[in-house]
């Protein structure tokens, strides 16, 4: 639970640093929407929901970057890490992802027919040789190295795909360190 307290944490320092302060700099701020109804004290799942939607916004922002094929297959391979990241993948749950990706805002920018393609194929080939298809996968996934902002969209597709089910399992934390080391991204970045 912690690391959701801690990922949150550094999205807002990420946020601010993107520099979408809003009124938390004007001073008064004591009254201001921070301090709304001890909301702090929410219980994780509010802070998940919370995190993965600033996730999808600072992915959204950034839409209009995002529209290499270096950023689509290795945010493909990056979905198929996490979804096989316990070494199995229930067909409802690759139905569900499949969902999650056509219907991401940003990944619209693509061909739905392409991202399932992709992301199936790496499925198949983690279902049929883990360490080799984990290999393949973050040879994709580090292609997308060269820029920082694609890099790290990669990382936020993956936790938005993660985070879906409102639970985040040791496995797709692993899965996404992984991904970060080959991105050359710190996975503290990402609370992981």
């Known amino acids: 639970m912690a690391m959701w307290d801690k990922i949150k944490d550094q999205a807002k320092t990420f946020q601010q640093s993107q520099g979408t302060r809003g ?3 004007s001073g008064q701020g004591s009254h201001g ?3 709304g109804g001890g909301r702090s004290g929410s219980s994780s799942g509010g802070s998940k929901a919370q995190l993965i939607g600033l996730f999808k916004s600072q992915l959204a922002s950034a839409k ?4 290499s094929g270096a950023y689509r297959d290795a945010s493909m391979a990056m979905c198929a ?3 096989a990241a316990d070494g199995r993948v229930e067909p409802a749950e690759r139905q ?3 969902e999650l990706i056509v219907s991401n805002e940003v990944l619209q920018n693509f061909p739905a027919d392409q991202l399932r393609q992709r992301f199936n194929q790496h499925v198949d080939r983690l279902l049929a040789n883990f ?3 984990k290999a393949e996968a973050l040879q994709v996934i580090a292609k997308a190295a060269k820029k920082p902002a694609e890099a790290r969209a990669v990382v936020q597709t993956g ?5 879906a089910d409102g639970s985040f399992e040791q496995s797709e934390q692993y899965a996404i ?3 970060c080391t080959a991105l050359n991204i710190p996975p503290s970045e990402f609370g992981v």
């Open 23 to 25: 009124a938390s700099g």
């Open 33 to 35: 929407p921070l301090q």
């Open 64 to 67: 209009n970057e995002l529209k």
């Open 81 to 83: 890490l996490v979804a």
């Open 96 to 98: 569900r992802v499949e």
């Open 131 to 133: 360490e080799q298809g």
């Open 159 to 163: 936790m938005v795909v993660a985070g």
């Open 177 to 179: 360190r992984e991904a």
